[in-house]
């Protein structure tokens, strides 16, 4: 066995679908850098059905590669009506806030 291969007996991550609970805030820890722009872009769209006019996605504050492929996604995104980063006591550059439009 090589170094870098996962032991025979090691379970294979799935790629199955994972459904949450859509709520005014995500941690985006848990997620794949590579899952990112599909979860924030799904999270979105389900956040606004839900009728949430603010959410915030907590994405760290590390070098800011996360921070940049969520904004990236938030102004892209049709819901979206504007962003910015959180205040210092609801995470500061490590989460974004964003404003969603107001479903009829």
């Known amino acids: 066995m090589c170094e870098n291969e996962p032991p025979e007996d ?14 005014d805030e995500i941690d985006l820890h ?3 850098p590579r899952d990112v722009r599909f ?5 979105l769209t389900e956040a606004a059905k839900k009728g949430f006019v603010e959410v ?6 590390g070098v800011g590669v996360q921070r940049r492929i969520v904004q990236a996604e938030l102004t892209k995104h ?4 504007e962003f910015w980063d ?13 404003r ?3 479903k009829d």
């Open 56 to 61: 915030r996605l907590v994405h760290g504050k």
């Open 78 to 81: 049709p819901d979206v009506v």
């Open 10 to 23: 090691e379970e294979e991550s799935s790629s199955e679908p994972v459904e949450l609970p859509i709520e």
């Open 39 to 43: 979860v924030v872009r799904e999270y």
């Open 100 to 102: 969603l439009r107001a």
């Open 30 to 32: 848990a997620f794949s």
């Open 86 to 98: 959180a205040p210092p006591m609801r995470g500061h550059w490590g989460a974004t806030i964003a």
